[in-house]
């Protein structure tokens, strides 16, 4: 079992979260951008990537947020990566977690520590294309809608309870990358817009 955050999970009022990334990070820029335009009222703590190369990184550190690398491939199980992302998290004071372009399945130990704490975004209308290439997917399908979700993560892949969804429509002209672009822009706007009405209703409460 892992401790309760010691560290206080507010900063200045402000409570904290943490991001945890893969790749390009720009869900994690639109926090960013949002925080700082005072439209989201919350401090980033830390973001994480199990990718040490994690373009990411370096829009944490432009923005003056601590990283941490937690490379999966060096941990000897799933259960122990997973310990040492909650207590990195909970060591902050981290009241909820986004998972924004976070390429692992989430496991027991890091779901016990945060339970109904930890969002996910998904660029389709969950249930419909799970997983990876969920773009591709939708091109492929030759679906008229698709979309994005954000929904609360549990042991199943982009399986977890659903908190918002925003359709997009798929043009007939639209290749995968002009497709990407309209559903990026949507989720830049979904997960802080998301992220604020989650933390003002758990401040109500
Ligand atoms: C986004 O499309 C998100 O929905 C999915 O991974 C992508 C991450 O993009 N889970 P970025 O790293 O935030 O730019």
Known sequence: M?????????????????????GRGSNLQALIDAIARGELRARIAVVISNRPGAPGLVRAEAGG???????????????????????ALLDRG?????????????????????PNAILNIHPSLLPAFPGLDAIGQAIAARVTIT????????????????????????????????LAARIHAVEHRLLP?????????????
């Open 193 to 205: 817009a998301v992220v604020r009405a989650l933390l003002a209703a758990r401040t109500a409460v």
């Open 2 to 22: 892992i401790q309760p955050a010691m560290a206080s999970s507010t900063a200045g009022g402000r409570p904290q979260i943490g991001v945890l990334i893969s």
């Open 94 to 114: 981290v009241r909820l977690v986004c998972l924004a372009g976070f390429m692992r399945l989430v496991g027991t130990p890091l779901l016990d520590a945060f």
């Open 147 to 178: 979309g994005v979700t954000v929904h609360l993560v549990d042991e199943t892949l982009d399986g977890g309870p659903i908190v918002a969804q925003e359709a997009v429509p798929v043009l007939p002209s639209d290749t995968e990358e002009t």
């Open 65 to 87: 947020i601590e990283t941490v690398v937690l490379d999966h491939r060096t941990f000897s199980s799933r259960d122990a990566f997973d310990r040492a992302i909650a207590m």
